[in-house]
C-alpha cells in the first residue's frame, strides 16, 4: 500500500468547515483513498472513500486531486462531536484476496467551542 | 445494532494467563480481520480470514496468538502466556466480499490490559 502523509494535529472552530489534507504522491492507479476517523477508545469508523471522482455522503466530502497525488477531507459544519484522530489510507480495493488496512498516526483534529 | 461486536470490552489479567476475546460480525460479512492498537499508534493488522480459511498473518502474530473462524461467522483471538507488551486494543473488522465493495467495518475492541 501507497504511504501517506498527513498533518499531526489541525483545530478548527465549530460550526465551520475542516479540511483535512492528505498526500499519497505514490498512489497506484488501481488503488482508493480511504477516510476513517477513530473518537477517543472507540474503534475506527468508516467515512467515504473514492478512487478518482469527488465523493460527497451525509458525513463528509472527499476532493481528489487530478493527478491523484492528494486528497481532501472536508467536514462542511464541524461540531464537538467530530473531534478525532483522521486516517487517510490507501489500499487497492475489491480485490478477490480481501486487503488490510495500513493506518498511519492519523490527524488529530480538535474543534473549539 | 446490526455492527461488528466485540467480547468483552475490557480484560485485566496476570502476565502469564490465557486470554481470548471474540468478534461477531456484521452478518454475511465474509472477510474479518484483527487488528492491534497501542497508546498512540494507529492500528496495526494482525490477521485476516476470508470465510473459514485464515488467509493472512501479519509477522505481528507471535506463537502465543491464534486466531480461529470455525464456521465462517464468528471469531476468536487467543493470546496464551500473556506479556505486558501485549497490553493493547485488540480491534475486529467485517466486510463483505466484492463486487459491490469490500469496506471494512470496525467493532468496539477489546482493551487489554496485563498487569
Known amino acids: 500500500d501507497a504511504k501517506t502523509t498527513q498533518p499531526t494535529s489541525m483545530d478548527c472552530a465549530e460550526g465551520r468547515a475542516a479540511n483535512l489534507p492528505c498526500n499519497h504522491s505514490?498512489?497506484?492507479?488501481?488503488?482508493?483513498v480511504y477516510w476513517y476517523r477513530q473518537i477517543h477508545s472507540q474503534g475506527p469508523q468508516y467515512i467515504i472513500h473514492?478512487?478518482?471522482n469527488n465523493e460527497t455522503n451525509e458525513m463528509a466530502s472527499l476532493i481528489i486531486t487530478e493527478d491523484r497525488k492528494s486528497s481532501t477531507l472536508i467536514l462542511p459544519h464541524a461540531t464537538l462531536r467530530d473531534t478525532a484522530v483522521y486516517y487517510c489510507?490507501?489500499?487497492?480495493?475489491?480485490?478477490?484476496?480481501?486487503?488490510?488496512?495500513?493506518f498511519g498516526t492519523g490527524t488529530r483534529l480538535a474543534v473549539r467551542p | 445494532d446490526t455492527g461488528v461486536s466485540q467480547d468483552p470490552r475490557h480484560k485485566i489479567t496476570k502476565r502469564g494467563q490465557n486470554v481470548t476475546f471474540r468478534c461477531d460480525p456484521i452478518?454475511?460479512?465474509?472477510?474479518l480481520y484483527w487488528y492491534r492498537q497501542t497508546l498512540g499508534q494507529g492500528p496495526e493488522f494482525l490477521t485476516y480470514?476470508?470465510?473459514?480459511?485464515?488467509?493472512?498473518k501479519s509477522r505481528l502474530l507471535s506463537d502465543r496468538f491464534s486466531a480461529e473462524r470455525p464456521k465462517g461467522s464468528f471469531s476468536t483471538l487467543e493470546i496464551q502466556r500473556t506479556e505486558q507488551g501485549d497490553s493493547a486494543m485488540y480491534l475486529c473488522?467485517?466486510?463483505?466480499?466484492?463486487?459491490?465493495?469490500?469496506?471494512?467495518?470496525f467493532g468496539p475492541g477489546t482493551r487489554l490490559t496485563v498487569l
Open positions: 473488522a467485517s466486510s463483505p466480499r466484492p463486487p459491490t465493495t469490500d469496506t471494512q467495518y
Open positions: 452478518s454475511e460479512h465474509n472477510r
Open positions: 480470514f476470508q470465510n473459514e480459511a485464515q488467509l493472512e
Open positions: 473514492g478512487l478518482k
Open positions: 505514490t498512489i497506484s492507479g488501481n488503488e482508493y
Open positions: 489510507i490507501v489500499r487497492v480495493a475489491l480485490s478477490s484476496s480481501g486487503d488490510k488496512l495500513t
